[in-house]
């Protein structure tokens, strides 16, 4: 069975407490996130909004004006998706990151000029490729 996307109430105001509340035991994997992505190695900041067209909360994590990913929440686990152009993406098969992800990328069609890689994130060590992702997506011009 496919997981359902939650955070779907655009009437809800998304505090911490929400957040607990919603995420369950998935909430200590985004505090970890969170608290990473702030850190000084990222210098990034997350921010959610609700996007009707896609008629869910969703985070935003930028840094200065570039978007480094998109964080979804689900059932059962994140996505953390990111986006690519042809040039930019050119790196990703060279990372130090689960094959799997590599294939998934290498894969996926394009959504207009953009190839996205999707990473589902369940457990606490899922996070070291979302990292490694985001560094790498830091970096590209």
């Avoid at 930019?88 to 098969?93: A, C, E, L, P």
């Avoid at 998934?104 to 959504?111: F, G, L």
């Avoid at 994130?121 to 997506?137: E, G, M, R």
Wanted: glycine fraction near 4%.
């Amino acid at each position: 069975m496919k997981s359902e996307q939650i955070l779907k109430d655009p009437k809800v105001t998304l505090t911490s407490h929400v957040l607990k509340a919603n995420l369950g035991k998935l909430y200590e994997i985004y505090e970890k996130l969170v608290t990473t992505i702030e850190s000084e190695r990222f210098k990034a900041t997350p921010e959610w909004k609700f996007y009707k067209d896609g008629g869910a909360w969703l985070c935003k994590i930028t840094r200065k004006k570039k978007t480094v990913f998109w964080l979804s929440a689900w059932q059962s686990h994140f996505e953390a998706a990111f986006y690519f152009t042809e040039n930019t993406g050119k790196g990703i098969t060279d990372l130090s990151i689960k094959r799997a992800h590599k294939l998934a990328y290498t894969e996926a069609p394009p959504i207009g000029n953009l190839k996205p890689l999707i990473m589902e994130i369940c457990t606490a060590a899922q996070l070291n490729d979302v990292f490694t992702v985001a560094d790498y997506k830091i970096l590209q011009r």
